[in-house]
Structure formats: C-alpha cells, structure tokens
C-alpha cells in the first residue's frame, strides 16, 4: 500500500491550499484518514481525522480554519487549509488505518511521503 501526497507550497498568511493524499494498492478497507504535521524542532501533532462514515475531529489551533473530507471511492482524502498562519509551517502527512491484503487480511496503518507547507509573506 502506498500514500501519495501532494498540494503543498508557499502561501502568504490569509491565503488558501488544499492537500491531497491517494491510497493505492491491496487495501481492503479504509476506517479512518488523519492529517498529521510536525514543525521544526516539534513533535508531530494531529491535524484533523476523518472515519470511513465521515465523522471529522480537528486540533483545537485548527477548527473553523482547516477542513478535511474523503473520496472513499477514490481513497483519497483531502485537507482543504484556509486564513493560514505562520504557525501552521510545517510537514505535513497523511495516514491511513484500515485493513489490506497480504496473503490474508492485515492491519494496515500506512504513512505518506510528507508534504511541505509554508506560510510566509
């Protein structure tokens, strides 16, 4: 199974951008598709969280702000960013949990590449 993300790059602060994440491979089932970040010399933090039945949770420094939906046809989930700040600069990455077929059913919990964000004038 693979993560393939995309969509970062420099925004001015106010500005708007939109991440991507597209699973591919044998995956059988798909529960839920979190946003991760990790800022230099930070831990990384969730961002927001999606469930196979849509159900949304976002970090508190994120709400009204960032909003995440899916495309489970296309197990694909998206991270629609708006009025950036500054302080949202940092790598992000998807992650998916679910299950996948090797053999047999398994736990899937896969990470994409990382994509940078950077919020800057």
């Known amino acids: 199974v693979q993560l393939q993300a995309s969509g970062g790059g420099l925004v001015q602060p106010g500005g708007s951008l939109r991440l991507s994440c597209a699973a591919s491979?044998?995956?059988?089932?798909?529960?839920?598709m979190n946003w991760y970040r990790q800022a230099p010399g930070k831990q990384r933090e969730l961002v927001a969280a999606?469930?196979?039945?849509?159900?949304?949770n976002y970090a508190d420094s994120v709400k009204g702000r960032f909003t995440v939906s899916r495309d489970n046809a296309k197990n694909t989930v998206y991270l629609q960013m708006n009025r950036v700040k500054p302080e949202d600069t940092a790598v992000y990455y998807c992650?998916?949990?679910?299950?996948?077929?090797?053999?047999?059913?398994?736990?899937?919990?896969?990470w994409g590449q990382g994509t940078q964000v950077t919020v800057s004038s």
């Open positions: 992650n998916v949990k679910g299950t996948y077929y090797s053999s047999y059913l398994k736990t899937l919990d896969a």
């Open positions: 491979g044998s995956i059988f089932s798909i529960n839920v």
């Open positions: 999606i469930t196979s039945g849509g159900s949304t």
